[in-house]
């Protein structure tokens, strides 16, 4: 079972966001900004590019979470960044899909 699957499963502790049926959303253990929570999918889906279009909805599901948490956060307005990194190059280290929200700061571009 994968890091992020123990995590929806409760079997290692995060500090809980909120979750649904399909959703679950936590703080990052090393965040780079002020907010920075990952928002997971229940299901796994090792990388963007094992999501098929059967996930579609899913995939929607994440994005409409995040904007339910940035409004919570009240970042929303000032604006915040979603990130999905997908394999080595991009830095992904854990192989569970995840959207970074991120906010609470400047974000500059390009990214690193
Ligand atoms: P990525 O590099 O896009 O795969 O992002 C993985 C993210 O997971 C990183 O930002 C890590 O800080 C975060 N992370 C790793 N382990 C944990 C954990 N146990 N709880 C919360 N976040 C974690
Ligand atoms: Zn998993």
Redesign the pocket.
Known sequence: MC??CK?IDRK????FVCEDEYVFA???????APV?I?VVPKKHISTMLEAGPDDNELIGRLFQAANKIARDRNIAERGFRL???CNPD??????HI?L?LMGGRIMRWPPG
């Open positions: 890091l992020f995590i290692i502790p995060s500090k936590f703080e990052d253990i090393n965040p780079q920075h990952l990130v999905i990194n991009a830095g992904q280290s854990v192989y995840h970074h």
